[in-house]
């Protein structure tokens, strides 16, 4: 199957910084990336759907100017999380649609980035 | 409501057991069905699709009721390996986003 690679793993920082986490697909072009955020025990929440040389589109409730997307290539996606208060800690996941998945609805997940904000 | 539910368990149950979940959805014009396996802390996996005809891939066997809206996972001779939690994913009928139940733990124990 189609590999996405998120870096990175694990970061602790101190309130009021910035992180920047990267999704690259590694074997194959991904036009649209999805950045997913999930808090214990709860399921994954849609934040953005990244476009590959335009503006993200955000859900509701989720600060565009506070969550930065950037998808420069074809494969690959950042989002930055800035200035990062405690209640930001949680982890995040991309994930990518393979062109010929586009009709069987799979997404491949990153291995998911665990922030922690102190 | 949600747009999709789920019993959040957990599901305690023994080797050999056989177990099932449901899922329930609210969007009527959903197209596409899916269950996708998440182990603790690791990237959610897709397990399998569901069509409407009902599918089956070894001991897991997946159905879809259109007319009430759910969707079920029997899962057969449950193994160590079936612990983990089962987030059930359904697709819209505009654009391609996924929406996800908020998961059912299973815990297959000795």
């Not at chain 1, 040389?53 to 600060?63: F, L």
């Not at chain 2, 079936?82 to 987030?87: F, G, I, K, Q």
């Not at chain 2, 996924?98 to 297959?108: C, I, Q």
Request: charged share 20%; glycine share 8%; with cysteine.
């Amino acid at each position: 199957g189609a590999v996405v690679s998120q870096h990175p793993s694990w970061v602790i920082c101190k309130s009021g910084t910035s992180v920047k986490i990267e999704c690259r697909s590694l074997d194959f072009q991904a036009t649209t990336m999805f950045w997913y955020r999930q808090f214990p025990k709860q399921s994954l929440m849609l934040m953005a759907t990244s476009n590959e040389g335009s503006k993200a589109t955000y859900e509701q409730g989720v600060e565009k100017d506070k969550f930065l997307i950037n998808h420069a290539s074809l494969t690959l996606s950042t989002l930055t999380v800035t200035s990062a208060h405690p209640e930001d800690s949680s982890f995040y996941i991309c994930s990518a649609r393979a062109a010929g998945h586009r009709d069987t609805g799979e997404l491949f997940f990153g291995e998911g980035s665990r922030l922690t904000v102190l | 409501r949600k747009e999709v539910e789920q019993d959040p368990g957990p599901f305690n149950v023994p080797e050999g057991a056989t177990v099932a979940f449901n899922c329930t959805y609210s969007n009527s014009a959903s197209q596409s069905f899916f269950w996708y396996r998440q182990d603790c802390r690791k990237e959610p996996k897709l397990l399998m699709s569901v069509y409407s005809s009902g599918n089956e891939d070894g001991r897991f066997t997946a159905q879809l009721n259109r007319a009430s809206q759910y969707i079920s996972l029997l899962i057969r001779d449950s193994k160590l390996s079936d612990s983990a939690t089962y987030l059930c994913v359904v697709k819209g009928d505009a654009g391609n986003m996924l929406t996800f139940g908020g998961g059912t733990r299973l815990m297959v124990k000795p």
